[in-house]
């Protein structure tokens, strides 16, 4: 930790309105987080006296807006009636703080962040606040999902001065936009163990005219500081680390924190963290006749299935939440994150391919539905998310959760029809209670629910399984499952009256290459050309509205307009590196799920513009923006953890090999060596902190298959060796169509294709390996034998 931990005296932790969120759970880092958390400051201050918060309500419109309001945003937006003179990022605050010479208070959130509406409500709304603000700071606001190199330099400060961070974040900076003070939520009063917004500002005002200077170089101290312990780099290292050594020691991490009980790798809050799941999968494939192995595949299936009878779960509408605030996976934090469904279908997706169980078939169906209905825009595109709060009633204020929750008595007026059959008197509706745990009570418990909003309400969760519910009632599991299934579609249709929580409309160009991902693999997967489908539209919807041919690169943002419409800022905000990594996996996805080669092509292209724009010639590695973008920022990072979305540079390392299986361009294989040798510190150091990356170096270190399927694309025999791959877990390999056209892309990119025949004029698959390939093979059942060895 740097600098003093705190000047606000005792009770450094907030508290919460679930589970508190003291310290990042294993696997995911504190941007998983939008709760209240510490304050933080690189020099000593004093503090203050008493709090309150109050209830959420809609914001009140002013008669005149800020200039938020000509910001495209939804998060800034919903900030453009406070009586704050807020500023978006940019050039013209930066000259207002050093003409004014006045510090300036960066505030960072995003639309469907809780904690951040409480701070709205109770601090930006009010009239003393906003005088405070704007006669005395300059205030920017700013979308963390706009601009996440702005969030990730001061969350890095926040957390290295205090013992965690999340949203809101709130930093307080020089002219210079070095950090001095920084926090997340503040109630707008003092409390007995925590300070008030109020008392923050007068103290920093107090500071910044007496010890200004003893300020600044405390700040400038803390940067080189963070400098220093950011840095990634080779250095002298010419190799990374044994991957067998990492991928060993990641597993023994995750195996000393994993809930035997519920699943998962924290006691509360539990996130989803797809990418341990992907590595414990990747773990078992390798390990498969060890004990370690078998424990890794029951290990992720188990945390799986937890999840998907869990809370976190929306049972009648589909999809998942953010978080549980409890072990069980029981009450969650409700919003709903497009990058969640997407990395979570594939992970489903993943599960079946190994268990075989259509039980996680059916879950990652249901993902993809829920986001076909909900998320997805009329271009093609996805939207990023929709809120945890919404009124229970049209007029009312808004709720967290209240769209999801139910009371026995609005179940049993929905579903009162007799269930035939039973062995005593049974409705419907007391069948889909017992199944899914709803009591007269409630079943959330007073602990979760401190102001008392859910008082008497439930939240969903599978209590039993089908058989034990059947057997409860003497009846056969087949009708038991068809019940609960008309009763949810029942609770479904009725939840379409009541107000849907706020949709967060900005499309951005990351998380929508996870989802094309999602939709193209589980489509692949589970032989579904319609899913397939959406993954293409996803990807068109890319190339058309977030990709400038003249330049090459990727935009960060779009936004929906009306009628359908798709709108951009003005300038633009240009693509960060998760952008362009997450696009190129998506549309590598696409390729191997849909065999166009158009998009393998495009997918070259976006990843020389990424090693352009973002490689670090020197040290190694990806930065997480471009030199121009992030000028006047105090810092250049390497995102280094894989948590709720896996690092950039963890991802970019399995495309560079998967372009080279690809091509077999020598230069992408020697940047993915560079990469990995560049994280090596952090890898031997916390191998559990990037668990994508130990998948990766595990990769590398072993060897690729190139599965060839030489066919015509439409022809029957070609789709049944096709959907063989589909079928099984392998994710080492990279899928090729070679359909004999010598000057088709990928034959001049593989000259060896060229050589690689069809037998008797059949489909035939060769799996090469170490340029050796194996013997032509006709048939799915071989292709699957040799495939599993």
Known sequence: MLGARTWLGRGLLLPCARAGLAASPRGSSSRDKDRSVTVSSSGPMPAGGKGSRTNCSPSTPQKVPNRLINEKSPYLLQHAYNPVDWYPWGQEAFDKARKENKPIFLSVGYSTCHWCHMMEEESFQNEEIGRLLSEDFVSVKVDREER????????????????????????????????????????????????????????????????????????????????????ISMGDRQLPPSGATMNSRC????????????????????????????????????????????????????????????????????????????????????????????????????????????????????????VARNLSHRSGGFCSAEDADSPPERGMQPKEGAFYVWTVKEVQQLLSEPVPGATEPLTSGQLLMKHYGLTEAGNISPSQDPKGELHGRNVLT?????????????????????????????????????????????????????????????????????????????????????????????MRTCYAGSGGTVEHSNPPCWGFLEDYA???????????????????????????????????????????SEAELGAGLPLRLKDDQ????????????????????????????????????????????????????????????????????????????????????????????VLILANGDPSSFLSRQLPFLSTLQRLEDRATAYVCENQACSMPITEPCELRKLLHQ
């Not at 950090?179 to 007995?192: A, I, N």
């Not at 990356?693 to 029957?716: E, F, N, W, Y």
């Open 148 to 231: 996440p190199d702005v969030d990730k330099v001061y969350m890095t400060f926040v957390q290295a001065t205090s013992s965690g961070g999340g949203w809101p974040m709130n930093v307080w900076l020089t002219p210079n936009l070095q950090p001095f003070v920084g926090g997340t939520y503040f109630p707008l009063e003092d409390g007995l163990t925590r300070v008030g917004f109020r008392t923050v500002l007068l103290r920093i005002r107090e500071q910044w005219k007496q010890n200004k200077n003893t300020l600044l170089e405390n700040s400038q101290r803390v940067t080189a500081a963070l400098l220093a312990r950011s840095e």
């Open 251 to 370: 597993f023994q991490q995750l195996d000393e924190g994993y809930d035997e009980e519920y699943g998962g790798f924290a006691e509360a809050p539990k996130f989803p963290t797809p990418v341990i799941l992907s590595f414990l999968f990747s773990y078992w494939l390798s390990h498969r006749l060890t004990q370690d192995g078998s424990r890794a595949q029951q290990m992720a299936l188990h945390t799986l299935k937890m999840m998907a009878n869990g809370g976190i779960r929306d049972h009648v509408g589909q999809g998942f939440h953010r978080y549980s605030t409890d072990r069980q996976w029981h009450i969650p934090h409700f919003e709903k994150m497009l990058y969640d469904q997407a990395q979570l279908a594939v992970a489903y997706s993943q599960a079946f391919q190994i268990s075989g169980d259509e039980f996680y078939s059916d879950v990652a169906r249901g993902i993809l539905q829920y």
């Open 462 to 554: 599978v209590r039993y399984s089908l058989e034990l519910t059947a057997a409860r009632f003497g009846l056969d599991v087949e009708a038991v499952r068809t019940l609960l299934n008309t009763g949810l579609e029942k609770l479904f249709q009725a939840r379409k009256h009541r107000p849907r929580p706020h949709l967060d409309s900005k499309m951005l160009a990351s998380w929508n290459g996870l989802m094309v991902s999602g939709f193209a693999v589980t489509g692949a997967v589970l032989g579904l050309e319609r899913l397939i489908n959406y993954a293409t539209n996803g990807a068109k919807f890319l190339k058309r509205h977030m990709f400038d041919v003249a330049s090459g690169r990727l």
């Open 582 to 624: 997450f696009v190129v996996r998506g549309l590598l996805d696409l390729y191997e799920a849909s065999q166009e080669s158009s998009w393998l092509e495009w997918a070259l292209r976006l990843q020389d513009a990424q090693d352009r724009l973002f490689w670090d010639s020197q040290g190694g590695g990806y930065f997480c």
């Open 642 to 733: 894989d948590g709720a979305e896996p690092s950039a540079n963890s991802v970019s390392a399995h495309n560079l090999l998967r372009l080279h299986g690809f091509t077999g361009h020598k230069d992408w294989m020697d940047k993915c060596v560079s990469l990995l040798t560049a994280f090596s510190e952090r890898l031997r150091r916390v191998p559990v902190a990037l668990p994508e990356m130990v998948r990766a170096l595990s990769a590398h270190q072993q060897t690729l298959k190139q599965i060839v399927i030489c066919g015509d694309p439409q022809a029957k025999d070609t789709k049944a060796l096709l959907q063989c791959v589909h079928s099984i877990y392998i994710p080492n390999k």
